[in-house]
Antibody
Framework: QVQLQESGPGLVKPSETLSLTCTVS????????WNWIRQPAGKGLEWIGR???????NYNPSLKSRVTMSIDTSKNQFSLKLSSVTAADTAVYYC???????????????WGQGTLVTVSS | DIQMTQSPSSLSASVGDRVTITCRAS??????LNWYQQKPGKAPKLLIS???SLQSGVPSRFSAGGSGTDFTLTISSLQPEDFATYCC?????????FGQGTKLEIK
């Protein structure tokens, strides 16, 4: 059974960089797509981006200038960095495994429990 | 970006009822539509992929269909554990986008 677990600071100051790591167990990170998705309180889900084979990435254009994702296959982990955060970045952040097609058809079949990140001074 | 619009935003129903939730895409997405169930404080759970393919372990009272721009999720006979928020997600193009969710409440 694949399991994902987010880790990282729950509080980040405005203008600083949010950093989160997702540890994957029960399966190899060398296949599939590895995603970050967030959800502000009481709102819908927003896909942030994904990383996959050979560190290829796709980012949401709305966040692309501030997002960096990386992968560490030796630790079965992938990470998110979101720079220059503001209060609008306060949300529950989920990591999720994506499966499906190469160009389209990706669905998210395993999710971490989510971690709340608050941006506040 | 493709906009996903769900209706209704909320729905009150009773155990045993049959309910249908609708998801509409702002452009054709063929059958690249997935459905999730989310309970308070929990991560979303994938129910259906590719518009109508039920995931392993999901009860058969859940069904879904549609193509192009209009999609539906139907629960044939509501059970107490089905009261949750349901959202759709298009996987036709990047960025993948989600509907705002439909909150299913007990009447």
């Amino acid at each position: 059974q694949v399991q994902l677990q987010e880790s990282g600071p729950g509080l980040v100051k405005p203008s600083e960089t949010l950093s989160l790591t997702c540890t994957v167990s029960g399966g190899s990170i060398r296949s599939c797509y590895w995603n970050w998705i967030r959800q502000p309180a009481g709102k819908g889900l927003e896909w942030i981006g994904r990383i996959y084979t050979s560190s290829n990435t796709n980012y949401n254009p709305s966040l692309k200038s501030r997002v960096t994702m990386s992968i560490d296959t030796s630790k079965n982990q992938f990470s998110l960095k979101l720079s220059s955060v503001t209060a609008a970045d306060t949300a529950v952040y989920y990591c999720a495994r994506g499966r499906g097609g190469v160009v389209r058809g990706i669905y998210f079949d395993y999710w971490g429990q989510g971690t709340l990140v608050t941006v506040s001074s | 970006d493709i906009q996903m619009t769900q209706s209704p935003s909320s729905l009150s129903a009773s155990v045993g009822d049959r309910v249908t939730i609708t998801c509409r895409a702002s452009q054709s997405i063929s059958s690249y539509l997935n459905w999730y169930q989310q309970k308070p404080g929990k991560a979303p759970k994938l129910l259906i992929s590719a518009a109508s393919s039920l995931q392993s372990g999901v009860p058969s009272r859940f069904s879904a269909g549609g193509s192009g721009t209009d999609f539906t999720l139907t629960i044939s006979s509501l059970q107490p554990e089905d009261f949750a928020t349901y959202c759709c997600q298009q996987s036709y193009s990047t960025p993948e986008t989600f509907g705002q969710g439909t909150k299913l409440e007990i009447k």
